[in-house]
C-alpha cells in the first residue's frame, strides 16, 4: 500500500481519500482550513491531519485543488516535494466551459511540473473521474500519463488499490489530450448525457 498526502478539501479529495482509506493506504490531509481539514479526516476515520505548507508526509502527494492555484501550491512546497511522486488530478477548463486555460501545446500537467523540483515526478490521473462517481465505490478506469515509469507504477498500484483499473496513456505531453478529453466529458454532462452520472469505460474485450 501507499502513504498518500491530498493537498484539498473539496469533494474529489474526499473521494479519493475515502477510496485510499479502504484500500489500506495512509493517507494524509492538507488544506488551508485546519478546521474543516480536521472536520473531513474526523469524517473519513483513519487519516491524519497536515500543516498548509510543511512537508507532505506521503510519497505520492494528489493535488486535489482547483487548477488556476495549483502551480503555486507546488511552488509553495518547493523542496519539500523533491523526490515526491505528484498526482494532477485537475481540470484546466475555462469559466465558460468551451476551452482550456493552458497554453498552447502544452497542458496543466505539464505547467505543474515546471513548478516542480526537478526530483519530483507528476503523472496526470483522476481528470477524466468525476468525483460524486468515485465516491460511489465502483470498479471504474483511470487514465493517467507521465515521463517517468517508475513514478507511473507508484501511480498505477496506488489506482488498484482503490479498486480502480489504470490504463497508461503514455507522456506527460499525453496531459494534453486527456484534459481535453475532461473538457469533452464537461461538455457531455452539459448538454449530450443531460447529468454528470456517467463515467469513461474502455472496453478492452474482443
Request: hydrophobic content about 45%; charged content about 15%.
Amino acid at each position: 500500500m501507499s502513504s498518500i498526502s491530498i493537498v484539498g478539501l473539496g469533494n474529489m479529495a474526499r473521494a479519493l481519500a475515502g477510496r485510499a482509506l479502504a484500500g489500506g493506504n495512509d493517507v494524509e490531509i492538507i488544506g488551508r482550513d485546519q478546521a474543516r481539514a480536521k472536520e473531513l479526516a474526523a469524517a473519513l476515520g483513519g487519516a491524519t491531519v497536515g500543516t498548509a505548507g510543511a512537508p507532505p508526509t506521503g510519497d505520492i502527494v494528489v493535488l486535489a485543488v482547483p487548477y488556476a492555484g495549483a502551480a503555486a501550491v507546488v511552488s509553495e512546497y518547493g523542496d519539500a516535494l523533491d523526490g515526491k511522486v505528484i498526482i494532477d488530478v485537475t481540470n484546466p477548463v475555462s469559466p465558460d466551459a468551451q476551452g482550456l486555460v493552458t497554453p498552447d501545446g502544452s497542458s496543466g500537467a505539464q505547467e505543474i511540473a515546471k513548478a516542480a523540483p526537478g526530483g519530483a515526478h507528476v503523472v496526470k490521473a483522476f481528470n477524466t473521474v468525476f468525483g460524486h462517481m468515485l465516491a460511489q465505490g465502483n470498479t471504474l478506469d483511470v487514465l493517467l500519463a507521465g515521463d517517468d515509469a517508475e513514478a507511473k507504477a507508484s501511480v498505477s498500484a496506488f489506482i488498484e488499490s482503490l479498486g480502480l483499473r489504470p490504463l497508461d496513456t503514455g507522456s506527460l505531453g499525453m496531459a494534453r489530450w486527456l484534459e481535453g478529453t475532461g473538457l469533452v466529458m464537461i461538455g457531455l454532462g452539459n448538454h449530450g448525457a443531460g447529468s454528470f452520472d456517467f463515467t469513461l469505460d474502455v472496453n478492452t474485450s474482443a
